[in-house]
């Protein structure tokens, strides 16, 4: 029998408020092997952790049940105090009062019961817990980032500038993402290419950095510390160590009918390009789907024109195999796909543009090379109207629930911006809320509406017509509590923006958890902001929520500090609760191989004597420092020969029984 | 029928194809056919009619571990858990010959029953028609009418793995009744009529255990059921709800591993509509994760075994209609 203390956790008021914990004190004083029972203000206090060490010392505790907040709060902080007082740390278990009751209950009767019956289920499980022993493992001292916008490349530039090498895996041709495309910055209007180029040149000539640009990840095996991965870089049929990056056959090339990704469509570049002047690296890449000679045959024009010599019509895609100890998911963003919206005749009229468009349009290095014109006629436009919340904040279904965060503040760039620049133009911004929390952000949006005299319509437009060549913006005004139509030159739609697309398939590939919008689920929202639950995942930029760049550059560097963090580790402390095989149970049918998210499982030939019977059997055998001890495989076997150790199905089953007593 | 097969079987025993056929012989009663292991001397006792209707296939996990190879007569239906187990390395296929015979569907001994006609002694299968002779005489029914239910919606005449199959030149018989007319009879019921439903029908099992010694996807080599160290075996006893669970486990122990081959509900003796538990699961599985046949492709991913980067997080399974 095991000797159990019980520790009660006021938590403040977060417990104690709605459970009675005296109650609770007495009540499990009686259960089978409890030989003490004590509550506390702040167990995970130094008192607190005291009261557990001194009670592990003079009762002679074998086993703790600390009855507070969730697990994934202060788990491993009982379990190092036990340690200290000499207990195997995994003959402590949490019940957990406060998430699983005290928050989610009013009546304080009703709650107290519970935390008795949860505390019992804990218990219970102690009693069948066994001392476990960590193993070790190494870490591997380089990390892989997949994404190379503003996020990534902050990211690997820091964990760079700690002396770890770094890879940077970016599926498009250059590395920049979106903020290269950007014209100016909120709130200091500087330039985005001024101050994101450098950085670009600065992740291509440290010396710690890789770049692996039009490439993607394949797949990922392994885990923290030691991830493999394998890097599909796609072939560009040019060899990169050749190309000049003169440009030479990107203006030769007679194919024109592709559409720039870099202009968002609004201008076509040829079969072969680089995506945009400052692109890094500055080296073309051939697009097959419209490359006349990849088609037909024919053509082969810029092969002539190269004196480098560098086309290669036969190159063939690349598979590159690398370890990592740490992996950053920077997959940044893409703005919505506006077809739900069609009442802004956004498919319908050239003149409406996205947000994203409107920065071309205004950007130096745009299709219209700074010059703000109507995209259907080329004309100066006078009226310009910009719409915000285009799918944001949007519950109906259509659109994304959450705030897009970045809109408000760069509809007011861009409002300012066209009235800086053409005083001749009347601009109307109709918005649901004006949010400016940031540093010098409201400061900006007053600057566009005092000193720049946009007009701000608290409203949403309903409906986008054309009438004459110009488009009639029909919206309501809801603090004049009227109906307002305004005949307009160029309609900007702020849409919504949401997870690349890669995201998802990329957290398969990590284990890592993502939520019903596709971001990626941080380990604890508020602790733990830039971590996966999935251990050696890291988070930076909009691949984890929308966020504008001084926010994205902060948390790149946040992230880039939890990965040097673990980079700087030379062994790892593996978790005991792994999976374990009985091979005498087993029947070899692979169904835990097949469900092992981290391929920790693999089946052996192996002579068994079951009972004297002795035969050869196809038995199952785990890697106990590649499995995360998930439980998949234990759920998964139809026999129960894979066990959890420390949440062996006895033990699920003991707290089960406690709970239903 | 039986001769055709007999001859097929003798041919490939004698060119030593196999050494062995595992078929079906005739148990205590006519009607009440048994698998068996015949040698080739033994083959008069092999027969082949609408009795046959064990599913063979799990014999073969204990007879392909055997020397020697073993020939198997597999029905349409049966070649799906043959293939399972397969899947799951349970059978090796190098040790089995596999004869595909043909199925007109099985026939229900009770059914013909409750026509009416008692003291039967012998059943005689003549193209559409019975013809059963009884202490009281000769009579004669339409064979349709007294088909096994789990023949009434029949999987299809195709065999989903054979060596050799043998052609009978009768029509096949291919039944296609909503096999889960039952189950969203059950799914529309209020939760406590449909638990009134199932604890009525799981509180006539007396644990009998032929369900599961039956089902192709229980051939664990120790189930949970029977080991003590499970902790489970001792909670059966605590109960009758805890018994009436064993079925309910089961369900989920064969879930997306499940035929739907029919032989738990075809064995009971006391009646339960077993099947009815693994095809909520089948048609939950063809909801959420796209139409899935156990066994009917070898090189398939199971729906609950496999994932694969495309999947959603399993919270929001349902939401997103399962895609």
Redesign the interface.
């Known amino acids: 029998m095991q000797k159990i203390g019980v520790f009660i956790c006021h938590c403040g008021t977060n417990i104690a408020a709605t459970v009675d914990v005296e109650a609770v004190t007495e009540a499990i004083k009686n259960e089978p092997g409890v030989v003490y029972a004590a509550n506390y203000q702040y167990m995970c206090s130094e008192n607190g952790q005291a009261l557990i060490k001194n009670a592990i010392a003079e009762y002679g505790l074998t086993g703790v049940v600390v009855c507070s907040c969730s697990p994934r709060m202060h788990e491993a902080t009982f379990r190092k105090a036990a340690q200290e007082a000499g207990l195997n740390p995994y003959m402590v278990e949490i019940a957990n009062i406060r998430e699983h009751c005290s928050w989610i209950h009013k009546d304080k009767v009703e709650a107290t019961e519970k935390a008795i019956i949860l505390a019992r289920a804990a218990i219970a499980k102690v009693h069948l817990n066994a001392p476990l022993i960590s193993g070790q493992s190494d870490v591997t001292k380089r990390a892989l980032v997949i994404g190379g916008g503003i996020a990534g490349i902050q990211t690997a530039l820091d964990i760079a500038e700690a002396g770890f090498e770094v890879d940077i895996v970016e599926k498009s041709p250059t590395i920049g993402g979106k903020m290269a495309q950007l014209d100016k910055t909120f709130p200091t209007l500087d330039c985005a290419a001024c101050i994101l180029t450098p950085k670009m040149v600065d992740a291509k000539s440290n010396d710690k950095i890789t770049l692996y640009t039009y490439s993607e990840v394949e797949s990922v095996k392994g885990f923290v510390g030691n991830f493999e991965v394998s890097i599909r870089k796609k072939a560009r049929y040019v060899n990169t160590d050749l190309c000049t990056g003169c440009g030479e056959c990107t203006t030769k090339c007679p194919s024109r009918k592709a559409k720039s990704e870099f202009n968002m469509g609004l201008m076509n570049r040829g079969a072969i390009y680089i995506p945009f002047a400052q692109a890094i690296p500055n080296v073309a890449t051939i697009d097959p789907q419209y490359c006349i000679h990849m088609k037909t045959g024919k053509c082969g024009l810029c092969e002539k024109v190269c004196s480098a010599h560098a086309i290669d019509f036969k190159q063939q895609d690349e598979i590159v195999e690398q370890k990592y100890g740490a992996i950053v998911m920077a997959t940044g963003f893409n703005l919505i796909n506006l077809d739900q919206f069609d009442e802004f005749g956004y498919s319908k009229y050239p003149d409406v543009v996205t947000s994203l468009e409107f920065e071309r349009l205004m950007n130096a290095a745009g299709p219209t090379e700074g010059t703000l014109l109507r995209p259907s006629n080329h004309e100066h436009p006078h009226t310009l109207v910009f719409v915000q919340c285009v799918g944001s904040r949007d519950t109906s279904g259509c659109g994304k629930p959450y705030c897009s965060k970045i809109c408000c503040m760069y509809t007011a760039k861009h409002a300012m911006l066209v009235r800086d620049k053409y005083p001749d133009t009347e601009v109307y911004v109709f918005y649901i809320d004006v949010r400016t929390p940031g540093k010098n952000f409201d400061e900006f949006y007053r600057r566009a509406v005092e000193q720049y005299g946009v007009h701000y319509i608290k409203g949403m437009v309903g409906k986008v017509t054309d009438k004459d060549g110009k488009l009639i913006v029909q919206g309501s005004d809801l603090l004049e509590n009227k109906q307002l139509k305004i005949e307009a030159d160029m309609v900007v739609l702020a849409a919504a923006v949401e997870p690349d697309p890669s995201a ?3 957290a ?2 990590l284990t890592a ?2 939520d ?1 919008n596709d971001f990626m689920t941080e380990a604890h929202a508020k602790l733990r902001p830039v971590e996966s639950p999935t251990a050696g995942i890291f988070l930076s930029g909009m691949a984890q929520g929308p966020k504008d760049i001084p926010e994205t550059v902060s948390q790149a560097s946040a992230c880039a500090a939890k990965v040097i963090g673990l980079l700087a580790k030379d062994h790892l402390v593996n978790n005991p609760c792994v999976a374990q095989s009985n091979e ?8 835990c191989e ?2 092992c ?1 981290y391929g920790a499982i693999s ?1 052996i030939e192996k002579e068994v004597n ?1 009972h004297g019977v002795r035969e050869v059997r ?1 038995i199952a055998q785990v890697n106990e420092a590649v499995c995360q001890g998930c439980g998949a495989c234990t759920v ?1 076997c ?3 020969a894979m066990d959890l150790k420390g949440f062996s ?2 033990q699920i ?1 003991a707290e089960v029984d406690a709970i239903c007593r | 029928m039986t001769e055709l097969i007999k001859a097929k079987v003798s041919e490939l025993l004698a060119n030593q194809t196999a050494d062995r056929v595992l078929g079906w012989k005739k148990g205590e009663f006519f009607y009440d056919e048994t698998p068996a292991v015949f040698q080739a001397e033994e083959l008069d006792d092999l027969v082949y009619d609408g009795f046959s209707a064990p599913n063979l296939s799990k014999y073969l996990i204990k007879e392909s571990k055997k020397e020697g190879k073993v020939i198997a007569l597999l029905k349409p239906c049966d070649t799906y858990s043959f293939n399972q187990l397969i899947m799951e390395h349970r059978i090796n296929r190098d040790n089995v010959y596999v004869v595909g015979v043909p199925c007109r569907g099985n026939l229900d001994i009770n059914k013909i029953r409750e026509k009416g006609i008692k003291g039967i002694q012998s059943i005689k299968e003549q193209g559409d028609e019975l013809i059963i002779e009884t202490i009281y005489g000769t009579k004669t029914l339409p064979r349709e009418e007294v088909i096994l239910d789990r023949c009434l919606c029949c999987k299809g005449s195709q065999h989903m793995v054979a060596d050799e199959v043998i052609e009978s030149g009768e029509p096949a018989w291919e039944a296609k009744a909503d096999r889960f007319e039952m189950v969203t009879k059950l799914e529309n019921m209020t939760s406590d009529e449909r638990f009134a439903f199932w604890r009525g029908e799981l509180s006539k099992c007396i644990r009998c255990n032929a369900c599961r010694n039956v089902c192709p996807a229980c051939s664990c080599l120790q189930c949970v059921f029977d080991d003590p160290a499970s902790k489970v075996q001792a909670k059966s006893n605590a109960d009758d709800f805890e018994e009436n669970m064993f079925h309910i486990i089961r369900a989920f122990h064969v879930a997306g591993r499940c035929t739907d081959c029919g032989e738990c509900s075809r064995v009971c003796p006391q009646g339960i509509p077993l099947h009815l538990l693994n095809r909520k699961f089948i048609k939950d599985i063809d909801t959420f994760y796209g139409e899935y046949q156990a066994g009917a492709d070898i090189e398939a991913k199971g729906p609950l075994t496999e994932f694969n980067k495309d999947d959603v997080e399993p919270s929001i399974v349902k939401e997103r209609g399962g895609k």
């Open positions: 998802r398939s990329v398969s590939m958890s993502i019903t005498l149970r087993c029947n070899g049918c692979s169904n097949k469900v998210p089946y079951d196809r998964t139809p026999s129960g199905t006895n089953m």
